[in-house]
């Protein structure tokens, strides 16, 4: 019965071919054993059971119940029927029979009553379960032969029917855990009649039943049915998804399981498809299925579910789904590697055979990284042992709680490692390491995270002698408890250091490799860079000098740890796990991947429950699917705050756990493209926002104490990209200033913040900058102030602090005088007023850092500090000013008491004098009697004690000299109105504000300190002994009382002040110091004082008596004490000699603050330059934006119709036929940079910390010189004049300009004004910028006309482009150039196939241009006479020898041109190509565009016929003779113009023009454009446009007298532009209404451009044009360019020489005859005097002369070598490659090839730790990890490209240079797969790239640009892509399809392979031209020979190219008489050889 049931089920997959032998008729001779008999007979049963099975009808419900039942028992008690069961297909029998027992139809019954039903339901599942329990190949089979879909197919009706529903759920489940026990759940579920609470609440009861998944696959299966289950009160389907959700939480091995075997693309379809309406969907189910997916994705996700997901989260119209972007967030911590997981017995174990003795007898070091989830219960469990056959060596254990303990031979008791155990549910890098040596203490070291942990000492174990060796990772013995996961081991056959452990820690768990790249810190992430940074700095502060750890770690980190692989015993990753396949292979291995030469590969056997897990975390599936770009994507998209920082946080997360994500960051300016992105977001900015920015930068202020600067390249960016976060919210603003602090003074790594971060910034500048700004309100000044002050006092330096904040101050504080001529509006007013406070503030906070006795003497040091002061001080301090410069006085004083003559030296004392008075108030009172008394407050605290004596007498002259102009202006308030202003008055040149009591108030308290002074301080006594000191005082009263005497009504305001005078004045009367003259005059002040009081009391009555001025001076008297004595001192006016001194000292000063300020303002300017500069560079970066949106991007933006140009790259012979994408017009180099972001550097001491400073090349200094002479000069030295600022920034690092020119880039019509600059060691290219003669680099729009004045150009000024370069290395060569007949043009030709054309002012220009490149060609040709095995000859990618010759300008080599044409070396393409590139015609300039001849005259026949003579033009005559009516035209208007004494001319147009070539261009852009520009913006008439080719021979042979025109090279190599493919509308005919679209070609070409191409250069190369193409060489390149006879005279100006354009003065004039050039075009430079020799046409004229045999003509007669070249290989031969030196063939290996022109050099790749290495002579030089390569091919001897298992394409580079090594550099990463890269091609002349993919398409990959360019798609895997390098057509090769495209990627032929052998190989033979082209196959056995042809095309209709099979070659077979498959297939000139799989080479040759 089941024989027929299963027919409908197994037609879904191929049966094993299972067949059971018969039986042995002969019994054997030794009896067997019981065991043995009782297995024979339980196998027996089986058979008999299960044909049984096949026979019973399924009504028969008992019977079958029976058997089921007795498969089930035979299969328990004799597991070894499991194999008989899968090879009688049970597996089969039993789904069927599940298929079966259900439902038949909708509504009907089962076959059997219920109880049965479900009773045999049940075993069937059991017997499913037992079947591949423990058995992997059962399992395997199930899972590929018979497939868990057709056991969904199965259960289907069972579970949509309600009564059996819940129980199949059950029974799943218990098959997915193989465990019955839980079968019932659902159906307990279902009686209690539950709620979602009730189902949770069971569910979690249960949790311990439910254990590990056995079957992840079956989760799947039930996830898919959830929807058929069905809905009623029980709630199956939320308790079927709730208890998956459990059984993802449960454990790790769930966990990783169900997410491998991809359950998340199941969860993220049920809740995002697009199309899914989210309210079908429960919410209790949905929130279920929201936390799984969140849970999956903590593990990762594959690349095609990562794709999905991210294509999902952006919407059609490019808004986020905040939903999905949440559930990325909430994943993106985890980051799990690859891992072994063990749960209880498990083990890998690896045998080492030929052990001689213990393994290591040096010692040794094991080092894994562990991931412990359980602690064993009671035993230990082993975790690396090492065994001899009988014996452990060693055992390394964990004990419960996680501790290790070592077992060793000969040893009782284990040694316990008791201080520390391993750390649950966390990665923990494991290291022991075991020394062997006497001396050596402690023998045995543990190792945590690179932390030395505990060490016992064992002594080693006896070495003896032993078979082989053990090595055990895990425990396979049943006491195995533990449960636990390893990512990596390591044995190394040698003891490590103990800094190598830490080293290799910072690599993380997910490294696999073998330590041998270099450097080691590339696959650091920025946290681990950090971590071993901090850790070198705290070495260095520890020991002051570098210690050999830290010089190990150094060079470990750069140049690698160098641990040779020979020490590496074994290397055990889940890279190198392979799985068992079939019966006779039951066990998986793991491959031990360490790289000894001495031993063959070995693997390791897996051995109990060891499950390998490659989950692939989502930051290494975004870098597959498109790297950082994608995360920084959804950061521009977000429109909300919510999703900013969502974004923000997906896109940090990738770069904080994946060292190629950050690379990948950085190679495309990331961070410069995301600061932009927060620029434009900063209304949405918030507190949430910046902490994800700053925690992922390092700073957490939720744990200010671990801030610590992790991504220095990054906070340099976004960290100090004050303009976000300044105009955020003010949590925002606070939270990014309070940063600082926590960098620089909370954080235990501030030491490192400073010293390895924050020093690199220049930040006081750049905060002071902020501060003069706008960005911050006045309430925030303070906040960055701080911050100013924070990092002064941490990092004190001349250049970076001091300096810039004392030039800040010196700029910003002084004022200008009050009262000024000039009045200030009150909008700048206020804004000097904003500057000067905050300046103030900053004084402040820098005198609050000096009092820091440290800090001061550094500041001492740094600046010539007297003059600084008084610089600071200007002549209008404020009262802050002057107490803060008093204060530090102060300081100063009190750290060099010798400061005051230094100070007295410029005057100082006496500047105080005259300046201080006027600031005087209460602060500036303090500070000047703290430095009289010497009160110093030294680092904020206060002195101990009080004041004995005066410390600094020199301060009293300004103290006194106060309170003579505080009386002063305390008199003169008694001529303020009696109405006080509430605005102040002008009196005495003073603004005095209402308040003056405060005055009188500040006064009084100065009175009665100096009275205070003289009675408790003698040394304060003893300076009036100075008379001066004296006077002053007496002046200071005697004014004050003489104004009170004569305005006595204001005594009543200030009587307590005068007491206080009069006392003071007593006092000092009564001084026995003071001269008597002085007392006197001290005396007659108390007697006025008591005259003005009568005076006041009776004015009229009192005879008041005279008061004596020579005694008191009254106001009238002419010495008051006002700004006018300032004013005198200061203009220098007759006085003292310390005021001469004091005029010249402030003069030198205001002339140093002038000079100040202005650099300040400049540099202020310059970095407002330099931030919109870069600003502008990160919006230039918009290409990876592009590839996110292109064909195959993330999120493709879908259009009808992609635009493409014409690309300005060139193949040989510089012909121009690819195509590009529109918006590529000038891509940006996309490189693999190499940043210092994730350096570890080696710590600096405190001397380095001082002076080091990394600054940008733009960026100033401060110089300061050691001689007080030089001190101003030099600090105050101007900014440098860097001219060259505007440009630098598009330097490539360390790169100085050697040269900048104005130019003119020419591309076709086009000019674009910009800079050429010739760097060191790169050529710039800028459009858009120009140098004035001032030498400033400005904007072309702003640019005065006569610097862009270059004749004959249309100037296209569009602003500043990105740059152009070029490295130095990548020049070809380069050609002298005229434009519009003027010589001051310059071509220069690159290496990658393109070219500049730029114009020079003058010719003077150009030659020094010119001088320059040949001196750079004549260095390099001398090392490449080094370095190249073909030096010296120049080597062009476009060129051959002979052109790369004759670009060069050396006529003789037209000659040998000419000579190998003559010998039909080269093709006639080739020789015309090299005429015109040699007379000056270039495609860069479209009015001296290559000319080629019509040859063609028929287009009208249906078939070309090219043996006929009428089929060709008449090449001995120009395009306007080719009629006798033509002829007669032209002789009449030559001697009509002859008559009248004109030049004579026969045509007034020309062959070729800049019209012409746009004319036939028209549908190709750029060319659409020019014809535009040249027609003034519209196109030309319909039916004037080029739209017929007959039409156009018509008119340019007979028709029209003015059309004389020639072809352009177009018309024989690219059939694209005779399509519109741009779909332009150019009108209609006006003839025929016809709307004008593609070319019409003649009927011979049938409808195909391709074709037209093709006949028509073959009608070039035919015999005919052969011929007679020397007549038409002579008329254009030859002795008849200008011969009347031959009807060949053009206008005069068309030919060189006839016209200098530089000596027309007259603008007008000169434009015209630009004009005229322009209208009559430019006739090629003359090359030959002579008439051009024939061709020589002597034998096959298809073959050069001499040659008999061509591959092409002679397909069939290549016969196979009798023996195999002598370079064969042991494995098969995929590549081979020609040694140009040696002429010989050197085969290769699928993972090798050769470096072309280097055969000493080959890459490898393929091996087990993941890297590509260089060998050179067959050493390994250089090693790449983590380059998982598949495929590689050489675009050249410099370029490398690799196809990659991860789906990206790697470019590389060779780089040589003189005396060193070759060196092999990863420079772009391509991004277009969805799946592994199994072959490429590269051709390097046409700068291609293809690449074929497991994802069935080819892709076209642009070599120069790195970029995406097109793709070709195929239905299956594509196994094999090649390139035609002479032509650029691609073939590519699926299992099902040969496919021919072009370049451009039209599809010429495609060959079904279905019912044909494999192709293995493809390659095109290569001829720089044939007539038939020709693609060689290689398959099993056989090299066809196919073309591409149109034989099969019908009369009338379109051409169908098909392939052409031309012969079939038989190879010879091996040994075995089997033929081999051919692997590899060469052509070298007319010769084949071919590679096979048996390692053999052939050459194929013709005959003799």
Known sequence: MF???????????????????????????????????????????????????????????????????????????????????????????????????????????????????????????????????????????????????????????????????????????????????????????????????????????????????????????????????????????????????????????????????????????????????????????????????????????????????????????????????????????????????????????????????????????????????????????????????????????????????????????????????????????????????????????????????????????????????????????????????????????????????????????????????????????????????????????????????????????????????????????????????????????????????????????????????????????????????????????????????????????????????????????????LSLALRSKISIIDIYTFNVVFDFLGVDLSRPENATITNPLAYSILALEFEVWAKGPKDVQKAHLEHFTALLETSKFRRFNLKQRMSKFNLVRKLLFVLQSDLYSNEMVPRLVQAIGVYLRHHFVPDVSIKPVVSYLAANLPDDVPGSATPKSIVSRTDTSRRRERAEQVYEVLVQTLANPSLLSKFTLALPLSRVLLLILGEHPSSIVASQTLILLGLVLHSSPSFDRKFELVSGWTALKYILPAAWDPSVHVAAFDLLLGRVFISGKAPMNSPTKVICPYILPTILSSLNYGLERVTAGALLPPVTPTNGVMSHGAVFSHENYSLISAMEVLVEELIDLHSSMASFRQLFKSKHITSILINACQSFVARLYEFPQSRHRCERLLDKVVALVKILAYDTLIESHQKEQLLAIPRLVEYTKLKADNTDTLDIPAVDPAIIPLPSSPKPFSKQVIKAAFQGATGTGSERMLHKSLIRIAEWRKKTTATEKKRRSKLLQDQRELQRQAERHTEWRTLLHSEYGIWPQHTDRYMWRLDDTEGPFRVRKKLELEHAKIPLHVRVQESDSREVHQPEDEAQSVVQLEVPPWEESYEFAATEVEEEQQWDEDVSDDKHRRVRHELEPGDVIQDVRNVTHVTGVDASPGLLILGKTHLYMLDGLLLQEDGEIIEAQDAPKDILLVPGTIVELDGQQPAQRWSLERIATFSKRTFLFRDVALEIYMKDSRSIFVVFPTHRDRQEINNKFSHLMSIRAASDAVTSPAAPLIRSPFLSRVTARVFTGARDEVASARSRWQAREISNFAYLSILNQASGRTRCDVTQYPVFPWVVQDYTSDELDLSKHETFRDLSKPMGALSPARQEAAATRYSNLESIGEPPFHYGTHFSSSMIVCHFLIRMSPFTHMFKTLQGGDWDLPDRLFTDIKRAWDSASKESRGDVRELIPEFFTLPEFLWNSAGLDFGKQTSSGEKINDVKLPPWAKNDPFLFITLHRQALESDYVSRNLPAWIDLIWGYKQKDPNSFNAYHPLSYEGAIDLDAISDPLEREATVGIIHNFGQTPRKLFSHPHPPRIMDGRTSLPLGTQFGISEDYSMLSQDSKPLRNSLEEAVTHLAFDTMSE?????????????????????????????????????????????????????????????????????????????????????????????????????????????????????????????????????????????????????????????????????????????????????????????????????????????????????????????????????????????????????????????????????????
Not at 182 to 188: E, I, Q, T
């Open 3 to 673: 024989r027929n049931l299963l027919t409908p089920l197994t037609s879904k997959f191929v049966f094993p071919n299972a067949t059971v032998e018969p039986q042995e008729a002969i019994q054997e001779e030794e009896e067997q054993s019981p065991e043995d008999f009782v297995r024979d007979a339980r196998i027996e049963e089986m058979r008999i059971v299960l044909e049984d099975i096949k026979t019973t009808s399924i009504e028969d419900g008992f019977r079958i119940f029976q058997v089921t039942a007795d498969i089930h028992r035979i299969m328990v008690e004799e597991p070894r029927t499991k194999d008989v069961f899968r090879e009688l297909d049970g597996f089969l029998v039993v789904v069927g029979m599940l298929s079966a027992l259900g439902p038949q139809g909708e509504g009907e019954t089962a076959p059997i009553n219920s109880e049965q039903q479900m009773e045999t339901i049940r075993l069937a599942f059991a017997i499913v379960s037992e079947g591949m329990r423990d058995h992997p190949v059962n399992t395997d089979y199930f899972n590929k032969q018979v497939g868990y879909a057709l056991l969904k197919q199965a259960i289907t009706p069972l579970i949509t029917d309600q009564r059996t529903a819940a129980q199949v759920v059950g029974y799943l489940l218990a098959l997915c855990l193989h465990n019955f026990s839980v079968s019932n759940l659902f159906v307990d579920l279902r009686a209690s009649l539950p709620s979602t609470a009730k189902v949770d609440s069971i569910i979690g009861q249960n949790e311990y039943r439910l254990g590990k998944v056995r079957l992840p696959q079956i989760i799947l299966v039930i996830m898919e049915m959830v929807d058929s289950l069905p809905r009623d009160d029980s709630l199956l389907p939320y308790a079927t998804l709730k208890l998956v959700e459990r059984l993802v939480s449960l454990n790790h091995r769930n966990h990783s399981m169900l997410n491998e075997v991809g359950l998340v693309r199941h969860v993220f379809s049920k809740l995002y498809a697009r199309g899914i309406n989210m309210d079908d969907i429960d919410d209790a189910e949905r929130s279920v299925l929201q936390r799984m997916l969140r849970r999956l994705l903590e593990m990762g996700a594959s690349t095609a579910e990562t794709r999905t997901i991210y294509q999902r989260v952006v919407n059609p119209d490019l808004t986020i789904d905040s939903e999905i972007l949440d559930i990325l967030r909430s994943a993106k911590r985890a980051k799990f590697p690859e891992y072994f997981s063990f749960d209880g017995p498990a083990s890998l174990q690896l045998n080492e055979d030929g052990g001689r003795t213990f393994p290591c007898p040096l010692g040794f070091t094991f080092m894994t990284w562990l991931y412990v989830e359980k602690y064993p219960t009671d035993a230990a469990t082993l975790i690396f042992g090492i065994k001899h056959p009988n014996k452990w060596m060693s055992q390394l254990k964990i004990r419960p709680h996680g501790k290790l303990q070592l077992h060793i031979s000969g040893r009782r008791d284990p040694g316990l490692f008791d201080k520390a155990p391993i750390p649950r549910s966390k990665w923990t890098h494991v290291t022991l390491v075991w020394f062997v040596g006497k001396g050596v203490s402690p023998a045995i070291r543990l190792f945590f995270d690179g932390n030395f942990v505990d060490s016992i000492d064992i002594s080693y174990p006896r070495l003896e002698n032993s078979t082989s060796t053990t090595y055990h990772i895990g425990d396979e013995s049943s006491n195995a408890q533990a449960s636990w996961s390893m990512a990596s081991a390591y044995l190394f056959s040698m003891p490590m250091g103990n800094e190598v452990p830490r080293l290799f820690h910072h690599l993380g768990p997910r490294y696999y490799s073998n330590f041998q790249s270099s450097p080691l810190v590339r696959f650091f992430t920025y946290e681990a860079a950090t971590s071993l940074s901090i850790y070198l700095q705290s070495l260095m502060d520890a020991k002051r000098t570098p210690s050999a750890e830290l010089s190990t770690l150094l060079k470990g980190a750069s140049d690698g740890p160098g641990i040779q692989e020979e020490t590496i015993l074994f290397t055990l990753t889940p890279s190198g796990y392979q799985q068992g396949g079939g019966a006779g292979n039951t066990d998986a291995v793991v491959l031990n991947s360490a790289l000894r030469k001495d031993r063959v590969r070995d693997s390791a056997r897996i051995v109990g429950d060891v499950a390998v897990v490659k989950p692939q975390c989502l930051d290494v599936s975004v870098w597959k699917i498109g790297g950082a770009a994608i995360p920084l994507r959804l950061v521009e998209m977000s429109q909300n705050s919510h999703d900013l920082a969502n974004s923000l946080a997906v896109l940090f997360d990738g770069l904080r756990t994946s060292w190629q994500n950050s690379e990948d960051m950085e190679r495309i300016h990331g961070y410069e493209i």
């Open 1784 to 2048: 010989k063939v050197l085969p290769c290996t699928s993972q090798m090839l050769y470096v072309p022109l280097y055969p000493h050099e080959s890459i490898h790749w393929g091996l087990p730790d993941q890297s590509i290495r260089l060998h050179i002579d067959k050493k390994v030089v250089q090693v790449a990890e983590s380059a998982q390569c598949v495929c590689a091919a050489f675009a050249d001897s410099e370029a490398l490209i690799t196809g990659m298992e991860d789906s990206t394409i790697g470019v590389w580079k060779l780089v040589r240079l003189p005396g060193e090594r070759t060196t092999l550099t990863w420079t772009h990463i391509l991004r277009g797969h969805t799946d592994r890269v199994v072959n490429v091609a590269a051709s390097r002349a046409w700068s291609l790239i293809a690449s074929g993919s497991d994802d069935q398409i080819v892709i076209l990959w642009d070599l120069n640009r790195a970029h995406y360019v097109r793709t070709l798609k195929h239905d299956t895997k594509v196994s094999l892509v090649a390139i035609q390098e002479s032509s650029g057509l691609v073939a590519s090769c699926s299992k099902t399809c040969l496919a021919l495209h072009t370049i451009n990627g039209l599809q010429i032929a495609a060959l079904n392979l279905f019912s044909l052998d494999p192709i293995h190989s493809i390659a095109f033979h290569e001829r720089e031209w044939a007539k038939t082209g020709v693609l060689a196959t290689g398959s099993h056995g056989t090299i066809t020979f196919r073309t591409w042809s149109i034989e099969d095309t019908l009369p009338g209709e379109t051409a169908q190219w098909k392939w052409k099979t031309l012969h079939e070659y038989k190879c010879r077979k091996v040994d075995s008489g089997d033929s081999p498959i051919v692997t590899a297939i060469k052509f070298i000139g007319e010769s084949m050889y071919s590679g096979d799989s048996t390692g053999k080479v052939y050459a194929w040759d013709f005959p003799e």
